[in-house]
């Protein structure tokens, strides 16, 4: 019971059973659906232990060998631990684990790299970036002079010749390459020639994609961006948080933009947590696991299209696909929905140069990390495929499916050996 809800279970649940309740109740959610948000994925007991450590009860503002509290002996060698497992895993010059999300270890490597005010150049959020590329919404929207690129029209691949041609017209300090809705491995190469033009700092923003360049079935910005900042918890199946990988010329910057200028203290629980997924992930049967999302996620896109969904850009090379429903006459927030009254997580998402609105997108995005950690393959993401497909077309089929669903499940329990009540052993 432990390694699911935390060092004490049995406490928590005799002085605030509500609270236990709902830990219980959000993994029975988890386990008994579908779980196909892109963004997420399940992590491993281990991880799930070291964050709920007495680590947490540790003030640790500054880093390694240089904090601004005293007691910090033990969390230095956490933090030295986590540091060197990610430059090595992704062949680094220099790693920071401290990042509380991927959003702040995004205002940290602006803050590092650039001033409010200095013009960027980042993929649009329609087109497949992210909301601190340049959304209105959003300090980066806010702060700088964002201009965006895109996809084509035409094939809805990223179009190189325009990023060249803006870079080349705007003259930005930086730009930004990544995405988090964009099917198709990214040309690093090609953004730091491009970069290298125009005299601007390159950042990859890898947040999606990193945990398949741990398995080697993606390509690596390491070697070409001066900055690569990414999340821990979704393809790379550690805990909720963010890192940052640079250069050694602009490791002072990014160490100091994180702390003191972006954040205070680390939490330590979630650093050491990052520690064990960075080891994880270095073991060959992490490889393994990598090649067989990239594996469902063909599969499971190819079942779609062939039930009239027409995924955006033709297809996938990665964890996620992202399909146009148009043909289908149904909007993404009916998907959504609809997905979900049969037991199946997924989210709306807006396509490249989408007629529809943000609430009531054109398309919808799937993702096969929590699928694949579960142990399915290609057959269930056949299966997987004709219950999405049937739960869009047809609202009335939601019993039949869930019944399906709850096989699918069944047969691959997330964490299969959890106690499922407050109080069970």
Known sequence: MESYYGPDFSSLAREDPDVARLLVEELARQRGGLQLIA???YTSPAVLAAMGSTLTNKYAEGYPGRRYYGGCEVVDRAEL???ERAKRLFGAEHANVQPHSGASANLAAYAALVRPGDTVLA????????????????????????VSYGVRRDTELLDYDEVRDLALRHAPKMIICGATAYPRPIDFAAFRGIADE???WLLADVAHTMGLVAGGVAPSPVPYADAVTFTTHKTLRGPRGGAILCTEEVARRIDRAVFPFVQGGPMMHVVAAKAVAFGEAARPEFAEYAERVVANARTLT??????????????????????????LGVDGATAERRCAEAGVTLN?????YDPGSPSRTSGIRLGTPCVTSQGMGPDE?????????QAVRNPNAVASLITRVKALVSAHPAYGDAPTAVGDD
């Not at 709306?348 to 490249?352: K, N, Q, T």
């Not at 993401?381 to 497909?389: D, L, P, R």
């Open 39 to 41: 963004s997420e994925n």
């Open 81 to 83: 631990l986590a540091i």
């Open 123 to 146: 993929m649009a959020l329609e087109h497949g970036g992210h909301l601190t590329h340049g959304s209105r919404l959003n300090f980066s929207g806010r702060w700088f002079d964002v």
């Open 198 to 200: 125009v005299g601007a």
């Open 302 to 327: 190819a079942t779609l299209e062939a039930a009239g969904m027409r995924p955006v850009t033709g297809g996938t090379d990665t964890h996620l696909a992202v399909f146009d429903l148009r043909d």
């Open 348 to 352: 709306r998402s807006v396509i490249p």
């Open 381 to 389: 993401m056949e299966e997987i495929g004709s219950i999405v497909a």
